[in-house]
């Protein structure tokens, strides 16, 4: 059974920063495109971020760009997103996401298994 959870989030001031984990359990992390998504109140969940199964390619959307920083490890099956410099509307509950073998890394319905989401909140 393939789980994810993801761990990190919290309240934080405006400019400040966060790192959030994802564990992976019942899937080798290295064979597969790993992604993160957020979901703020009242909007549809949108791409934030997205990496390859070596971490050769990364993936951001322009609203992240040069702030947030993808990464994983594979030998300890864990996808992270470094988030700085952040803003009120990054405010969202945020997803890892674990992608098929196809479709795009922007696109949600490229990803087969999610976890449950960890709240984001900046705020002053």
């Known amino acids: 059974q393939v789980q994810l959870a993801e761990s990190g989030g919290g309240l934080v001031q405006p400019g400040d920063s966060l790192r959030l984990s994802c564990a992976v359990s019942?899937?080798?992390?290295?064979?597969?495109?790993m992604g993160w998504f957020r979901q703020a109140p009242g909007k549809e969940r949108e791409f934030v971020a997205a990496?390859?199964?070596?971490?050769?390619?990364?993936y951001y959307a322009d609203s992240v760009k040069g702030r947030f920083t993808i990464s994983r490890d594979n030998a300890k099956n864990t996808l992270n997103l470094q988030m700085n410099s952040l803003k009120p509307e990054d405010t969202a509950v945020y997803y890892c996401?674990?992608?098929?073998?196809?479709?795009?890394?922007?696109?949600?319905?490229?990803?087969?298994?999610w976890g449950q989401g960890t709240q984001v909140t900046v705020s002053s």
């Open positions: 996401a674990s992608r098929s073998y196809s479709g795009s890394y922007y696109s949600s319905q490229a990803y087969d298994y």
């Open positions: 019942g899937r080798t992390l290295s064979n597969y495109g």
């Open positions: 990496i390859s199964r070596t971490g050769a390619r990364t």
